[in-house]
């Protein structure tokens, strides 16, 4: 669909450790062109832009991935931006979230954004490859930071509504990779010199239900949204 965010499997399975669903790639791809996530066994951060995935590994690596392999999340659209404007000159991140704010139609929607610009720094992150079921929260204290100074390139991601915490990641959520396509992850911080802004609203949403023996047997009512904010952020 049109005009609609994709999501592989809800957020809260991956919050309590459920880091291995059977969505491949390839699958995925089939619903869009732009977003982000991550890997089976949390194995980097994913960007998808212009239909091609990145794997930003723990190190601070990008590589383009395998289409063949699994996704246990991943979040993605066809990127259609309706509206563009000029980031704040040396403005912070927390800057830029306030100018956003006041381009959206409405706190109830979604909206893919991406941002192209250069920064002056930029403080991101990635977490390694797990081999055993650990909740998210607990994963998140495996994150290795990188810190870049003076680097061109572009976030990818999405705002998307509070209510919608269970299913993906309310508020801003981006990843960075850099103009080079040789580094990125996560992103937690940044200072940006100059830049420009795309935005689309989403107005529909697509979620799928894996069938996978872990996601069938979990219990999902519990409401993750503390510990999915600590592990985010």
Known sequence: MSNSLYVSSPVNALVQGILREDKTLKQVLGHGNFGLGTFNDLDGEMVLVDGIFYQLRSDGS???PDQNI?????CVTQFK????????KNGT????QQVIAKEM?????????????TFIKIRARSVPKQDAYRPLVDVADDQKEFNYERISGQLVG???????????????HLHFLSADK????????????????????LDQLSLDLPHTIEYLHANLDKDNSADLNKAEH
């Open 105 to 117: 139609l409405s706190n109830n929607l979604i909206y893919a954004i991406r941002i192209e610009g």
């Open 93 to 96: 991140y927390l800057e830029l």
């Open 182 to 201: 040789r580094h990125g992850g996560h992103l937690l911080d940044f200072l940006i010199e100059e830049g420009k802004v795309w935005l689309q609203p």
């Open 62 to 64: 990008a590589l383009i």
């Open 81 to 88: 931006p309706v509206k563009s404007f000029d980031a704040p």
């Open 70 to 74: 699994g996704t246990p999340y991943a």
């Open 158 to 172: 999405f705002w998307t509504p509070d209510f919608m915490h269970s299913i993906s990641v309310p508020g801003f």
